[in-house]
């Protein structure tokens, strides 16, 4: 029921900013909560903040106060805005989509496909 696209991923060094956009499709696409992940290699995927179809935002405590998701839901578009980057923020980042926000990536229905941050020291 749902397709999503992630897209602006890149290296860049640390101190710098990303911007990742997700683009959601499908009939019932407006209605889903909206999560970022990421996974680093030998690392299991975690969770970074999602976005609920009100506009309910929440973060992981490695990203608050850096990290900032925001939903545009008449384009079906989430940012997520990536500033004063660090290594240790170096991942593949995933879009993911449900019908509620949980930390654990199980209880997400639907993925994209993942783009890669590297932020270099």
């Known amino acids: 029921q749902v397709q999503l696209v992630e897209s602006g991923g890149g290296l860049v060094q640390a101190g710098g900013s990303l911007r990742l956009s997700c683009v959601a499709s499908?009939?019932?696409?407006?209605?889903?909560?909206v999560g970022w992940f990421r996974q680093a290699p030998d690392k299991e995927r975690e969770f970074v903040t999602a976005?609920?179809?009100?506009?309910?935002?929440y973060y992981a405590d490695s990203v608050k106060g850096r990290f900032t998701i925001s939903r545009v839901n008449a384009k079906s578009t989430v940012y997520l805005q990536m500033n004063s980057l660090k290594p240790e923020d170096t991942a593949v980042y995933y879009c993911?989509?449900?019908?509620?926000?949980?930390?654990?990536?199980?209880?997400?229905?639907?993925w994209g496909q993942g783009t890669q941050v590297t932020v270099s020291s």
């Open positions: 993911a989509a449900g019908d509620g926000i949980r930390v654990a990536p199980e209880h997400w229905g639907y």
């Open positions: 499908g009939r019932t696409a407006s209605t889903y909560a």
């Open positions: 976005i609920t179809w009100g506009g309910g935002v």
